[in-house]
Structure formats: structure tokens, C-alpha cells
T-cell receptor, first 113, second 111 residues
Framework: NAGVTQTPKFQVLKTGQSMTLQCAQDMNHEYMSWYRQDPGMGLRLIHYSVGAGITDQGEVPNGYNVSRSTTEDFPLRLLSAAPSQTSVYFC????????????FGQGTRLTVV | LAKTTQPISMDSYEGQEVNITCSHNNIATNDYITWYQQFPSQGPRFIIQGYKTKVTNEVASLFIPADRKSSTLSLPRVSLSDTAVYYCLVESRAAGNKLTFGGGTRVLVKP
């Protein structure tokens, strides 16, 4: 029962570096999304996908890119890391049906110095 | 889209019942109310969902009055391990499959 798997769990980047946060799910879910959570705050939606080949922006998309080439994977790319992107990133998946349970990964703690 | 308002924090003691009320005044006819729980350093976890009246599962109960403008999550006989942030969400057909999180309620259970 892997569920939603995020890698890496921790990452330190220098300002200006790029990297990709990986997210994979094995539940054949159509809908996947990325959130960021800053200390003491709720989760904010970055990007989401309703199926392979389809992505859209959430509340805070600037500085991030996504793609969805397969149902299982939904990577998040930071193009040029900035200290303001220091946060914990969560990936979630759910089936394409409304009002179903969303499953979250364990998160990636990213620090940009 | 329905906006939710819930208390920022609540303290309780082991063995007590904790009730968290969420207001969602402009909830639409087809919207559902969902609660998630988040422990420190973990992703949120689904607790319960309802449309009207009362829903109960092994973890919690959800009470929704007839006007559906608010809902109350009830956690019976809490333990220290129930210390977490609890989020109330209104799932709207207009928002598609997007889940929008507010600030949540930070519940601290004391011994």
C-alpha cells in the first residue's frame, strides 16, 4: 500500500538552482495536486491536474512548473529557487469523482538559502 | 465558492469531547462538507464528510443543521494523540475537484 510517494523528503537549494520534486501514486487516481504549506499556515494550491496531459494553475503557481505525462506521476519543477519558496510541499491525489477522499504524501521540506 | 471560518485554536484535556464549529454561510445546494486532520510533519488525512444531519464513523461525528450554514466536528474522548490541526472544507462542484484549505483549528490535548 504505497499510496502517494514523494521524494525527496528533505532538500536544501541555493538561490537560483532548479530542481524537481517527485510525486507518484499507485491508486490510478485521475486528479493530482501540489500544495505548499508555510509555517503555521494552511495549505495553498500550486498546480493541479485532472488527468494525464492536463494541468492547470492553483492559487500560487508563480515559479513552479508541472507536467502530467502519465496517470501515476506528477512532478513539480522549481525553475529558479528563491528563499520565498522555502516551505513544505505536499502532493495529493484523489479519484476523478467529486467528494472523494484525497490522499496526501508525507511532504518534502525544502529550504532555499 | 463557500468560504469557511473556524476557530484558530482550542485546548482540551484527555478524555473530554472536543467540538469544532465551522461556519460556511454561502454554501451551495450541492456542496459537501469535509474535514481533514493534520499531524505535525505529516500530510492531511481525511476524517469525515457529510451533506446534512449527522454522520458518524469510528473517528468522529459531524453535525450539520438544516440550514447547512455551519457544521460541527465532534471528537469523543480525545487523547494526547488527537493533538493536530483540523481543517473544514466545503467541496463545491463549481470548483471542480480542487480542495481549498483555510487556516484550520489547532487542537491541543493536554494530560
Amino acid at each position: 500500500n504505497a499510496g502517494v510517494t514523494q521524494t525527496p523528503k528533505f532538500q536544501v537549494l541555493k538561490t537560483g538552482q532548479s530542481m524537481t520534486l517527485q510525486c507518484a501514486q499507485d491508486m490510478n487516481h485521475e486528479y493530482m495536486s501540489w500544495y505548499r504549506q508555510d509555517p503555521g499556515m494552511g495549505l495553498r494550491l500550486i498546480h493541479y491536474s485532472v488527468g494525464a496531459g492536463i494541468t492547470d494553475q492553483g492559487e500560487v503557481p508563480n515559479g513552479y512548473n508541472v507536467s502530467r505525462s502519465t496517470t501515476e506521476d506528477f512532478p513539480l519543477r522549481l525553475l529558479s529557487a528563491a528563499p520565498s519558496q522555502t516551505s513544505v510541499y505536499f502532493c495529493a491525489s484523489r479519484s476523478g469523482v467529486m467528494n472523494t477522499e484525497a490522499f496526501f504524501g508525507q511532504g518534502t521540506r525544502l529550504t532555499v538559502v | 465558492l463557500a468560504k469557511t471560518t473556524q476557530p484558530i485554536s482550542m485546548d482540551s484535556y484527555e478524555g473530554q469531547e472536543v467540538n469544532i464549529t465551522c461556519s460556511h454561510n454561502n454554501i451551495a445546494t450541492n456542496d459537501y462538507i469535509t474535514w481533514y486532520q493534520q499531524f505535525p510533519s505529516q500530510g492531511p488525512r481525511f476524517i469525515i464528510q457529510g451533506y446534512k444531519t449527522k454522520v458518524t464513523n469510528e473517528v468522529a461525528s459531524l453535525f450539520i443543521p438544516a440550514d447547512r450554514k455551519s457544521s460541527t466536528l465532534s471528537l469523543p474522548r480525545v487523547s494526547l494523540s488527537d493533538t493536530a490541526v483540523y481543517y473544514c472544507l466545503v467541496e463545491s462542484r463549481a470548483a471542480g475537484n480542487k480542495l481549498t484549505f483555510g487556516g484550520g483549528t489547532r487542537v491541543l490535548v493536554k494530560p
